[in-house]
């Protein structure tokens, strides 16, 4: 048995740590579990824990970390299958030497699990461009409640073979089964890569933004930040070919010359992404312990306003100018109320006691619980983290 | 109690409600053409009246297949137990057009290619493709999760829902959206040919049209180099708009039909469309086409407008018409392989169609991977149908074999339920099986599509 550090949720404490060599052990523990009706909660790399609820029983934290190899990967398919332990940086590292890259998005991507950032049903900014993890996701197996491994979707990247099951446990915070496998399709990296920085003058925030929603080379980020340890300001991220990425840059400094901006800082390859990672690891980070943060999905035309009045509410915010997400950090509770329909990201266990972390329920909540009953009959996949309190 | 028929007429009336054996019979068939008469079908005006028909014929022991225009090619829309078929066509508007957040809203009836034409003056389009966008509707490619020569970048179906209206099998309307918190039920009900629910609105992502659209043809001596070319462009990073192979027999076939400017006596045929900035467009053409002459393409020329292009692209999508013109019957396959497999595949087809005696034609999304053999054949002689079927399935084993799957874009319907566990083993089936279970407990919905006959432990109930 191993001592259980780093896996308590909510002040919960699992009683016991499993850690299985592979998919068909973790199959087995996850039956054994069933059987005796203790209560597992799934750990990736832990880092995106802060989403999902407190679980209402936790008796295993059922650790994937041995399930990390690359299990199929001829980069001329351009797609690659990897156990669901493995490290968003492992799979990158991987791809990188081939060019290619799977755009996941996420905040500490040297921890977080595959699996786990799939489970959490993570949104990256970059989406807008590439898709959703959902959209890459080309095949999965899951261990479920009952001990066997169900497979879905395939190497293929058109299939339409069967229900795409796959697509369930994508933000199911592990509450249907437990990734083993993932499938993606893989993309080939773009050859240049530019961040473009710039701090926005009061007097010109709403033209500026406006401005951004034009541009004929559209950017794969565009984002207005206002705190997360800076003023207001654009952080816009172009990925493409060289030539194409020049003409962006000239495109977006005459537009904000235009605003009257005249200073944007340019970080140019892996500088670009170091700082894109930077602006990501905001999402998930919990101030001095006093703060929480919601994401708002909504439309992208709206990002910008719904983000404004979260700062007039003392919020630091970020607003997706192209997926229209709206990211908020709160140092105080009430938000809920001014977010009904937000999820919480990541929060102080002082500010988030009371609160649901995924709002108000969808009306289709009764098919969720059927599917859930119908999954994990015995309840003993992350009881009570889920939506509706599933 | 009064009978099926009459109840949906009461409740419906006679402008919704078909029910004479003359009317019905246009829903016995899809293109895979097994025929069974329905007992009753109806052409809804909304969501409210696909409920009400959905109640009662659950209360009448009736089962529910839903109906787009009919294209699909393995009896999908074909009602295999007979019951009520439910047509979209006066289903077919578009709702909503929100050209700033680029989406739309459209009813499920709406022609595919008529929603990319209402929103072409916004600078917008709808990606996914078929080659019966002229023809099948949204909501049967919400279906089959239907796919298309763009599919190569830009995704098929599923990567283009963003919500869905759905009837449930109680005859209850619920929403559901991919940013709703909880499981994704617009990512699982696309591509459920009809078996979950009833879909009565989507909510679509639209894209901005590019800045530039060029479009390639090159010729090769067989279909083997042309698979040769695109798994080398595939393997070198590069991923244009559209990779679409065409073989001899195809070509011909074509361009006799469409006189689209394809060289006709090409052995294969490789058509290529690059799309994106100008820089790159003629970036991406140089080195497309010194990849592709490296591999044995005899000639590359590129579309000279607009009209040209247009030209090219619809002589491509009539592929499968233009062939009813050279062959009595024609059988058209549909599977995909990893793209390195792609020369292999080919030559394996062309061993099995030999072996079978049965000519055989090429047209395929070979960038996905995604195989379209036709099998040429006369319907009257009784040992080719059955060559043909032999064939078929023999394809499809060698797609397994090589760590591909049975359907890429037209689904399982009626046609591969058999074959679906060659695919997936009884437990991969049994997960399905459970979502069955919630959606449709009672295998009202389009019985006797996707799974094997008493494979899954639920399918065993209905």
Known sequence: MIAPAGYGLGGAEPARVAEPADASELAEELRLCAQAREAVVPFGGGTLQGIGNAPTRYDVALSTRRLDAVRAYDPRDLTIGVEAGITVAALTRTLAEHGQFVPLDVPDAERASVGGVLAAGWLGPRRAAYGRPRDLLIGSTAALADGTLASAGGMVVKNVTGYDVGKLYVGSLGTLGVLVRANFKALPKPAAQRLASAELAEDARERTVAALGALTVEPVAALAVDGFGGPLRIVVLFEGSEATVERATRDLRSALGRSGIAETTLLDGDQAERAFARVLAGYTEVVADRTITYREPGLPASAWERARRMRALGAEVIADLRTGDVIARFARQHARTVLPRATILAGAAALRADLDAWGEPPATLPTMRALKERFDPSAILAPGRFVGGI | ?462
């Open chain 2, 1 to 462: 109690m009064p009978d099926f028929t009459s109840r949906l007429l009461v409740a419906l009336g006679p402008e919704v409600v078909r029910t004479a054996p003359e009317d019905l019979a246009v829903y016995a068939f899809d293109a895979f053409s097994e025929d069974r008469l329905p007992s009753a079908a109806i052409v809804p005006r909304d969501a409210r009246d696909v409920g009400i028909a959905v109640r009662i014929a659950r209360e009448c022991g009736e089962p529910i297949v839903p109906r787009g225009a009919g294209t699909g090619l393995c009896g999908g829309a074909v009602p295999a137990r007979g019951g009520l078929v439910i047509s979209f066509a006066r289903m077919n508007r578009v709702l909503e057009l929100d050209v700033r957040n680029r989406r739309a809203r459209v009813q499920p009836g709406l022609i595919n290619l008529d929603l990319s034409r209402a929103v072409a003056g916004a600078g917008v389009f709808y990606a996914p493709d078929p080659s019966s966008q002229k023809i099948s509707t949204l909501g049967g490619n919400v279906g089959t999760n239907a796919g298309g020569p763009h599919c190569l970048s830009y995704g098929t179906t599923t990567n283009h829902v963003l919500g869905l209206e759905f009837v449930d099998d109680e005859g209850e309307v619920h929403r559901c959206s991919i940013d709703d918190p909880g499981y994704d039920l617009t990512g699982v009900l696309v591509g459920s040919e009809g078996t979950l629910g009833i879909v009565t609105e989507i909510d679509v992502r639209l894209m901005k049209l590019p800045e530039e659209v060029r479009v390639c043809v090159a010729a090769f001596a067989d279909v083997e180099s042309a698979s040769e070319a695109v798994s080398a462009i595939i393997g070198a990073g590069i991923v244009p708009t559209a990779l679409e192979i065409m073989d001899a027999l195809i070509t011909r076939a074509v361009e006799a039909h469409y006189h689209a400017g394809y060289p006709e006596h090409a052995g294969a045929v490789l058509l290529v469309e690059i799309a994106g900035a100008h820089d790159d467009v003629a970036a991406g053409e140089a080195l497309l086409s010194t990849i592709a002459q490296r591999h044995g393409a005899l000639s590359w020329r590129a579309a000279r407008d607009a009209a040209e292009r247009d030209a090219l692209w619809a002589a491509r999508k009539g592929a499968a018409g233009a062939i009813g013109r050279i062959a009595p019957n024609y059988y058209i396959q549909d599977a995909c392989v990893p793209r390195t497999r792609l020369p292999e595949v080919m030559h394996a087809i062309e061993e099995i169609a030999r072996e079978h005696a049965l000519p055989v034609g090429n047209v395929f999304h070979a960038g996905d991977g995604n195989l379209h053999p036709l099998l040429i054949f006369d319907r009257r002689e009784k040992r080719q149908v059955q060559a043909v079927h032999d064939a078929g399935t023999e394809i499809l084993r060698t797609c397994i074999a090589m760590g591909g799957t049975i359907s890429g874009e037209h689904g399982i319907g009626y046609e591969k339920r058999e074959t679906l566990s060659l695919v997936f083993s009884a437990d991969d089936l049994a997960a399905m099986g459970r979502v069955r279970d919630v959606f449709d407990p009672a295998r009202a919905f389009n019985p006797d599509k996707i799974f094997p006959s008493g494979a899954v432990c639920g399918e065993v109930r209905a």
